[in-house]
């Protein structure tokens, strides 16, 4: 049964905790066979269930755990090859009625100044945006009647309609409050594409001991928050937990039936799945200390996990964490990250260095985007800023990506050629501009016949001029 009214409190979920937890004791100390199987499983591309992913994350020995990262690697590589997607966060605004405990917004901080965009202010964080070369961007927004769904819409709507020189944002993804069906169908009317939710613990006491108050108190509402979206029509939904607030191992199989459930009831699970640690924020002593937290190569398990677990699904990584854990969890099966990110409201046009009172946390990599996309490129990825099949209507794409043979080869991989080659020609400095070349030129060698001509007649076109190419 789905219960939607705020009112009613929804105490049979699709989350039962006595379940997970019977799960993760009763494969313990898993031997190696067992694991060896899984992973021949999911490298034959087929779904985990949740016992298999429990005994994954019950995996006890270091060589264990290096097979399964190997096997990570090779399953991103086998699917997703060496695109990476790049996207920034852009925040609207701070004010907020809920106290979550974690969160450098919630209302009881008096030490964060709270601020909304103007439409005005807006625009110079869209002109400073695109000017930096982004086209792909997560409006972010705290949760106050004045973020109507009316109002989120309003300054989606701005953002499409905002062009600068051979710029545009030609994507917004969305991570606000959980809305009413209604109020979804108004968001989706001005053409959003993924609709974000973390549930940030899935496990049910945490989640009431850390939302004391406010509307996010309500742990069924906000489950079943994407399920409304769903029904209002909006086909990509994003789906996430904040580690650190319980047990890791916890959250990733409450993180899998979060995906189970919706393959279930709406035939396709969820677009994305984000998995931040949380992170230091202003006014905030549970960020510095978080109650259960989560250590780098566990974090590593995480991706690993989630990445075999659910091959069809993109992973989010954000600039929350540090470079180094950024380069490695990459290769481990993340397939979109945030570059040249900057989380104070205001922050991409506004200087100013107070700034960080504005923002919601602080953040771990301060690189810019071409500095990012620099590395990215040294180390043989290809930056993406594709947004070709959503515009084409081709929603879920991560799935056909997967399902779909020479997906990747037609569509793919040429549209990330074609984004990166703008980038290249508008934005990037001269030590971008030589590596990107090179990359793309060696790409091209890797196509052959009608696929070749067809990627080199899209780069020229834009090197004559033409923006926006796409397949
Ligand atoms: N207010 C909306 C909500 O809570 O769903 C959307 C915006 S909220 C700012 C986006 C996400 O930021 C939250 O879902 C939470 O997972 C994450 N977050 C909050 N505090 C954080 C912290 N200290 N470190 C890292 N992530 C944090
Ligand atoms: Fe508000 Fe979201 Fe922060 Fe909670 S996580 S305090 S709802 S902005």
Not at 218 to 227: E, P, Q, V
Not at 251 to 266: A, C, K, P, Q
Request: glycine fraction near 8%; charged fraction near 30%.
């Amino acid at each position: 049964m789905y219960i939607f009214t705020k009112e009613k409190y929804c105490e049979k979920t699709f989350i039962n905790t006595e379940e997970i937890e019977e799960l993760l004791e009763n494969t313990k100390f898993p031997d190696s066979e067992k694991i060896r199987n899984i992973l021949r499983k999911s490298l034959n591309k087929e779904k985990l269930s949740p016992i298999e992913v429990a005994t994954l994350l019950n995996a006890n020995s270091r060589e264990l755990w290096e097979e399964i990262f190997d096997a990570a690697r090779k399953l991103k590589e086998k699917i997703y090859g060496n695109r990476i997607v790049l996207f920034a966060p852009l925040y609207i605004g701070n004010e907020c009625v809920n106290d979550c405990e974690y969160c450098g917004f919630r209302v009881s901080n008096k030490k964060v100044v709270r601020q909304t965009l103007t439409i005005e202010k807006l625009k110079e964080e869209i002109k400073a945006l695109v000017n930096k070369g982004h086209k792909r961007l997560i409006v972010v927004y705290g949760e106050h009647p004045k973020y109507s769904p009316e109002f989120i819409a309003k300054t989606i709507d701005v953002i499409y309609n905002t062009k600068y020189g051979n710029g545009e944002i030609r994507r917004v993804n969305v991570n606000a409050a959980p809305q009413t069906i209604e109020g979804y169908k108004i968001i989706k009317e001005v053409g959003i594409g993924t609709f974000q939710i973390f549930q940030e613990t899935y496990h049910i006491p945490t989640y009431k001991k850390v939302h004391p108050r406010g509307p996010k108190s309500n742990f069924a509402w906000r489950l079943y928050g994407l399920d409304r979206a769903m029904l209002a029509g909006i086909d990509d939904v994003g789906i996430g937990a904040l580690f650190g607030l319980y047990d890791w191992k916890f959250e990733v199989m409450g993180l899998i039936y979060h995906t189970i459930h919706l393959e279930e009831r709406f035939g396709v699970g969820p677009h994305t799945i984000s998995f931040p640690r949380i992170e230091p924020a202003v006014g905030t002593p549970i960020a510095e200390r978080p109650p259960y937290q989560v250590n780098d190569e566990d974090f590593k398990k995480i991706v690993a996990v989630l990445r075999l677990a659910v091959p069809y699904t993109g992973l989010i990584l954000t600039a929350r964490e540090p470079v180094e854990i950024r380069r490695e969890v990459l290769k481990l099966g993340v397939s979109q990250i945030d570059a040249g990110s900057s989380i104070g409201v205001g922050s991409y046009s506004d200087k100013d260095p107070e700034l960080i009172k504005k923002s919601q946390f602080i953040l771990g990599d301060t690189r810019t985007l071409d500095e990012v996309i620099y590395e990215l490129l040294q180390e043989n990825y290809i930056p993406s800023f594709c947004t070709a099949c959503y515009r084409a209507g081709r929603t879920g794409e991560h799935f056909m990506e997967f399902a779909i043979p020479g997906f990747v080869k037609r569509f793919c991989t040429p549209n990330a050629l074609f984004t990166l080659n703008e980038y290249l020609n508008d934005y990037a400095s001269e030590k971008t501009y030589e590596i990107g070349k090179k990359v793309i030129q060696k790409e091209i060698e890797k196509l052959s016949g009608k696929q070749k001509e067809a990627v080199i007649s899209g780069l020229d076109k834009i090197n004559k001029g033409e923006r926006d190419v796409r397949f």
